[in-house]
């Protein structure tokens, strides 16, 4: 018994001593520290490309990432419901213009990275709020198998899209839950001027098959031939011709817009200085060569692309106003709802 007794002490006596070193790691600041090595993030690329950039970071700096996909639109409806109490302390991915249009609501913070300085300025905000970290074209992605069943060719201008051969036949994303959508309204807004882009996008909306949340979509399932024709851009297209999908990608002969991918950092986010330094690393030259991997030309300069990847130097572009269409997306995504979704 008396030797029952004693172990039960010992056993007290054990207890007590764990609470109080977590008493003491606490009030140090240790247990805060630990806790902080675990950074939580909003991301709007491709899964894959997600996986492979967070955990490249996670090997590199030892701190974990939690990262929740969402496409640019949800993104930026979320950072709003959340911007009472934010959940997340960056935003990776995703189109400028819903960088922007974070930045017209108050929802990021400026912040100036040391690699930011590598970065021409027509890629990155002035007020250092957002750094675009690729390039990447819009672009008609066709599925030849089912063209060829249909006795259709790719189309190579936004004016063949219109046209009614190709009516049932072509998927887009919808502008209002995707950034990639929105820059195809903004490129037409830009190209054809308002009155004449929505009259478009009605005339385009009879042809549509279908709209989706995501913009990476219409083009996959281009590839796998449940649409013949995907709008989307030129990176995803590119993979998928280079996986042996049999997909064409063609450019419109009028001119196209293009996205530049960004980061910014969430306004109140928890775990900020962390976030800095994802920030710094998605900038850096290591960063740069993954996303070259990934079919697209990265901002940075000196890094070779992939083969196969067109460079947006030889594409045909319009003079793409990204400030513009960032502040103009509330209104003009409300102006397609009621005139062509309706």
């Given at each position: 018994n008396n030797f029952k007794g004693g172990k039960q002490k010992m056993k007290r006596k054990i207890i007590y001593f764990l609470v109080i070193m977590v008493y003491i790691f606490a009030s140090l600041g240790i247990g805060t520290a630990w806790a902080a090595e675990r950074l939580v993030i909003y991301v709007t690329l491709a899964e894959e490309d997600a996986r492979q950039a967070i955990s490249s970071f996670e090997e590199e700096t030892g701190i974990e990432v939690e990262w929740v996909r969402l496409s640019g639109g949800e993104c930026v409806a979320r950072l709003d419901a959340e911007k009472v109490n934010p959940q997340a302390s960056m935003w990776y991915g995703g189109v400028g213009l819903d960088h922007i249009a974070a930045k017209e609501r108050g929802l990021t913070?400026?912040?100036?990275?040391?690699n930011t300085t590598i970065i021409p300025s027509k890629f990155k905000d002035v007020e250092h709020y957002w750094t675009g970290i690729y390039v990447n074209p819009l672009c008609f992605g066709s599925n030849m198998n089912r063209l060829k069943e249909l006795g259709l060719t790719p189309p190579t201008s936004w004016a063949d899209l219109i046209k009614p051969e190709y009516q049932g036949h072509i998927q887009v994303a919808?502008?209002?839950?995707?950034?990639?959508?929105?820059n195809v309204l903004?490129?037409?807004?830009?190209?054809?001027?308002e009155e004449k882009a929505f009259e478009y996008m009605k005339d385009l909306h009879r042809n549509i098959f279908q709209y989706t949340r995501s913009g990476s979509k219409p083009l996959r399932n281009a590839s796998i031939g449940e649409i013949p024709i995907g709008i989307g851009y030129a990176g995803?297209?590119?993979?998928?011709?280079?996986q042996g999908y049999p997909v064409e990608i063609t450019f419109p002969s009028e001119g196209t817009g293009y996205e530049i991918a960004a980061i910014s950092l969430i306004k109140g986010g928890p775990q900020l200085e962390l976030a800095k330094k994802l920030y710094d690393w998605a900038?850096?030259?290591?960063?740069?060569?993954l996303y070259a991997n990934w079919f697209v030309s990265p901002t940075r300069s000196g890094i070779e692309l992939r083969e196969g990847v067109i460079p947006i130097s030889e594409v045909k572009t319009i003079v793409f106003d990204d400030i513009?269409?960032?502040?103009?997306?509330?209104?003009?995504v409300e102006e397609w709802n009621e005139k062509v979704y309706r």
């Open positions: 913070i400026a912040y100036e990275s040391p919808n502008p209002g839950t995707s950034g990639t959508s929105y903004a490129t037409m807004v830009q190209l054809m001027g995803i297209g590119s993979r998928l011709v280079d900038l850096s030259e290591k960063a740069a060569k513009w269409a960032g502040k103009n997306k509330t209104r003009l």
